[in-house]
């Protein structure tokens, strides 16, 4: 069994102010049900920028519950200049400690209030970019860089405490090493190998990139009196034929690899590369 | 508090009688089994007495049994000492949802060079036979295959694969921990090789169990050490538990028809109206092909530690198919190989009875979780009603 203090377990069984907050000006969403925890974060906050009101809907352990209680009375009445401040290891204090294999649930209640403030503030949510180091939790490498940085990570074992990342099958365990070791070094971390999406059956790869060709990057070239036509997939090489103003575009070379490739790279595969059908022949 | 043990799947109580037998073991006869004298001649005795026992509720000659500390290491015992007796073979097939003693043990293996098959399971956690059997080669030198999956309570159709396999010439090891003590196993009947049992799974003590080991069987010892149980495990003899073992299993024959009427009659009661009463339940595993003492019954947009810990606020204790509780973070290997999705697999829970469980304990568990269930819904950001 756990060893929770008497706070977590009061938390987690009499939890404060669960559900929503009606009319709520700031959401905060994190987890996933794949992930085995997940937090709604709902603030009410007034014009002098209080947080009137907080409250919070959980799936996860009795850790991740006792969290998010904690963090909504935490934040009940703060400024949200200060609320922005509280950090995973506040949270965890404020319980009286969690187990280490459990500071994830801290860390995930931070990254609620963090999004659930920005959404007040307007400011678009960043979407994380980076490699998906662990693909059990859907972990990245920047989320790895970040954490190691601000909580002064030095084990893997701690990443998986604090990330989850690594908790699962264990493949990616030197990865994170290489990421520990690029930190505590003061160096940006390299990623060994480029970003691979879940692996794709072909009849899906040609699918996808069929997708992408008319929705993202057509209508841009038709904006310019261009267009783009897909000829044919040879394995990772996608052969299109450009028309319209960009067949005899000058630039049409540098569109082809800086837009077509890079959006195909983006989000289809790492491994794919555009080539410009050279013979009018291929066509048939 | 009182307390509502259905986790039997875990661990049992050592039943009253079986202590009762071990008692004199600490203070009597506290010889060495080895010893030429008297006292070691008492002990002597009973670890005979033990051992004839223990053959008894397999139908066992009592000189094919080994004596281990656990079931884990009649497991490695045996797998091992197959991949030794057979140095010219590399593959060694198991199931992909053995318990860990198995599972860890081949990828383990595998690390060090050896090839694995790991044999997947349907929805209903029914072992695909034709991919094990298709899997089988010249280059196989053990199959190990579960009797029954302690998560689930699925009961493999072991006869079959143990013939299927033996008219390969293949040795066949069987992980029957879940299975001694809660439905008849007949070595006669059955051609194993190897069969590994604890004792703390059928109200023995923990830190005792057995490996049967068919006569003529080529082996390699685990344990290096003494000439002990016949030169095949090395270490002097854990006299009280296997005293106690011994006991365990003559009683288990005892209960064996109320086991499989009465406890899987009160199995039945408490799955059907918790997943009647509760909405987005169902029952996990193989209905028809089950062990009567278990049901694992899975809550959606829920997740288990949270179900066990307020469960536990009710004395009730059971188990989670979830991973939260056991340190590991991904949810049971075994439910995700049957493929129960993630909305259900972290909320799993295992209900494992025993002979001592009554009509009143199921009726409390009934009463006592939907409640508890609900509060967890309306916390969860998932569940929305309908």
Redesign the interface.
């Known amino acids: 069994m756990w060893d929770y203090t008497e706070k977590v377990k009061d938390h987690f069984l009499n939890p404060r102010n669960t559900g929503k907050v009606e009319q709520a000006n700031g959401t905060g969403e994190v987890g996933s049900l794949a992930c085995g925890d997940a937090l709604t974060l709902t603030l009410k906050i007034n014009s002098d920028q209080i947080i009137e009101d907080a409250k919070f809907q959980t799936f996860g352990c009795a850790s991740a519950i006792a969290s998010s209680s904690a963090l909504t009375e935490m934040v009940m009445g703060m400024h949200i200049d200060e609320a922005s401040k509280i950090t995973n290891e506040d949270i965890a204090d404020y319980l009286g400690g969690l187990p280490k294999e459990k500071i994830h649930c801290s860390v995930m209640g931070r990254d609620a209030l963090e999004r659930a403030i920005s959404d007040y503030r307007g400011e678009k949510i960043e979407v994380v970019t980076g490699n998906v180091i662990c693909h059990c939790f859907g972990v990245t490498d920047v989320d790895i860089e970040r954490a190691v940085k601000e909580a002064k990570l030095t084990t893997i074992e701690e990443v998986t405490d604090y990330l989850k990342a690594g908790g699962g099958c264990g493949n990616c365990h030197e990865e994170i090493e290489a990421i520990i070791r690029a930190v505590g070094q003061g160096v940006d971390y390299e990623p060994k190998k480029p970003a691979v999406p879940a692996k794709l059956t072909n009849m899906q790869k040609i699918k996808l990139i069929e997708k992408v060709i008319e929705e993202d990057v057509r209508p841009g070239l038709q904006k310019d009196h261009g267009d783009m036509e897909l000829i044919d997939v040879d394995a990772n090489r996608v052969i299109v034929k450009f028309r319209g103003a960009c067949a005899s575009c000058s630039k049409s070379q540098i569109t082809l690899k800086n837009h077509v490739e890079a959006k195909l790279r983006e989000l289809v595969s790492m491994e794919l590369t555009v080539e410009e059908a050279v013979d009018e022949n291929r066509i048939c | 508090m009182k307390t509502v043990y259905v986790d039997n799947n875990a661990t049992t109580k050592v039943d009253g009688d079986v202590l009762k037998e071990m008692m004199p073991c600490f203070t009597d006869i506290y010889g060495n089994p080895s010893s030429m004298h008297h006292k070691g001649a008492e002990s002597g005795d009973v670890l005979k007495l033990a051992r004839k026992r223990v053959a008894s509720i397999l139908n066992a000659q009592p000189d094919e049994l080994i004596f281990t500390s656990c079931g884990s290491e009649s497991n490695n015992t045996a797998i091992r000492s197959a991949l030794r007796m057979n140095p010219g073979k590399n593959h060694i097939v198991t199931t992909m949802v053995e318990h860990p003693a198995v599972k860890t043990l081949c990828e383990s293996l595998e690390k060090e060079g050896y090839q694995t098959t790991f044999v997947p399971v349907d929805s209903k956690g029914r072992l695909d036979l034709d991919k094990l059997y298709a899997s089988l080669s010249d280059d196989t030198a053990i199959v190990s295959v579960m009797w029954a999956n302690n998560e689930t309570g699925t009961i493999f159709p072991i006869r079959e694969i143990a013939k299927k396999v033996k008219e390969r010439g293949i040795l066949f090891h069987t992980d029957a921990v879940q299975a001694v003590g809660k439905i008849p196993v007949d070595v006669t009947d059955i051609p194993f090789d190897m069969l590994s049992l604890s004792g703390h799974k059928l109200h023995a003590p923990k830190g005792v169990g057995a490996l049967y080991l068919r006569n003529k069987t080529r082996f390699s010892p685990f344990l290096i050490g003494g000439h002990q149980e016949h030169g095949k495990r090395g270490g002097t003899e854990n006299l009280a538990s296997i005293v106690g073992l011994g006991r365990a299993c003559e009683l288990a024959l005892a209960h064996m028809n109320d086991e499989n009427t009465r406890v899987k009659k009160l199995r039945d009661k408490l799955e059907t109206r918790l997943t009647a009463k509760i909405p987005k339940s169902f029952i996990n595993g193989d209905q028809e092909h089950r062990l009567p003492n278990t049901t694992s019954i899975s809550f959606e947009?829920?997740?288990?530690?949270?179900i066990l810990?307020?469960m536990n606020?009710d004395g009730i204790c059971a188990s989670s198919g979830?991973?939260?509780?056991s340190?590991?973070?991904?949810?049971s290997h075994v439910l995700r190989a049957m493929g129960v999705p993630?909305?259900a697999a972290?909320g799993t829970i295992r209900f494992s009875l025993c002979r001592y469980n009554t009509e009143d304990e199921v009726d409390y568990i009934i009463e006592k979780l939907p409640p508890v269930i609900q509060k967890l819904r309306?916390?969860?950001?998932?569940w929305k009603e309908n």
Do not use: K
Not at chain 2, 322 to 325: D, E
Not at chain 2, 378 to 382: E, L, R, T, Y
């Open positions: 947009f829920i997740e288990g530690e949270a810990l307020m606020e979830s991973a939260c509780t340190g590991s973070l991904e949810p993630f909305t972290h309306d916390m969860s950001p998932f």
